[in-house]
């Protein structure tokens, strides 16, 4: 009986862990969302590791330095985001989050609208997940 209440404790504080770590990492890209719409440099540095590769649907790579720098000028505006059919895959220390971008931009006082499949790779620092990476690729149209 003993064994049995073991395993089940066992299995049930892993569950929980699994859930928290899987509301953290949703919890820091709703965190990016914000910042993208609402650039804060202090934040968005906490929020992303030095080595960032940030790769955009056109095939153009930045590093955290070249990113910041198109969301604090304006080169990327970013209006509105609508993030749909996320998925967050957790092994380790590492997190796979994807999911379908809808956005409204205004890049160089432009209008635009935006659809994408992102894939964000986060790890878990000391403190909390802090994004590592991004793709973009264009949804295919129908």
Same mark, same amino acid.
């Given at each position: 009986? &003993?064994?049995?209440?073991?395993? !089940?404790?066992? %299995?049930? #504080?892993?569950?929980?862990? +699994?859930?928290? *770590?899987?509301?953290?990492?949703?919890?820091?890209?709703?965190?990016?969302?914000?910042?993208?719409?609402?650039?804060?440099?202090?934040?968005?540095?906490?929020?992303?590791?030095?080595?960032?590769?940030?790769?955009?649907?056109?095939?153009?790579?930045?590093?955290?330095?070249?990113?910041?720098?198109?969301? &604090?000028?304006?080169?990327?505006? !970013?209006?509105? %985001?609508? #993030?749909?059919?996320?998925? +967050?895959?957790? *092994?380790?220390?590492?997190?796979?989050?994807?999911?379908?971008?809808?956005?409204?931009?205004?890049?160089?006082?432009?209008?635009?609208?935006?659809?994408?499949?992102?894939?964000?790779?986060?790890?878990?620092?000391?403190?909390?997940?802090?994004?590592?990476?991004?793709?973009?690729?264009?949804?295919?149209?129908?």
């Amino acid at each position: 009986m &003993i064994k049995k209440l073991l395993i !089940f404790s066992t %299995i049930l #504080l892993s569950a929980n862990l +699994v859930f928290a *770590q899987k509301t953290g990492v949703e919890e820091a890209v709703s965190r990016l969302s914000q910042l993208m719409i609402t650039p804060d440099s202090a934040a968005l540095d906490q929020l992303i590791l030095s080595n960032l590769s940030y790769g955009h649907s056109s095939g153009k790579v930045q590093t955290k330095q070249e990113f910041l720098h198109s969301l &604090i000028s304006g080169e990327s505006d !970013f209006v509105d %985001i609508n #993030l749909t059919d996320q998925t +967050v895959t957790i *092994q380790n220390k590492t997190a796979l989050v994807r999911h379908t971008l809808n956005a409204k931009t205004n890049d160089k006082n432009v209008p635009g609208n935006v659809r994408l499949y992102i894939l964000l790779i986060w790890s878990k620092e000391k403190s909390g997940w802090k994004l590592l990476g991004r793709q973009a690729v264009k949804v295919p149209e129908k």
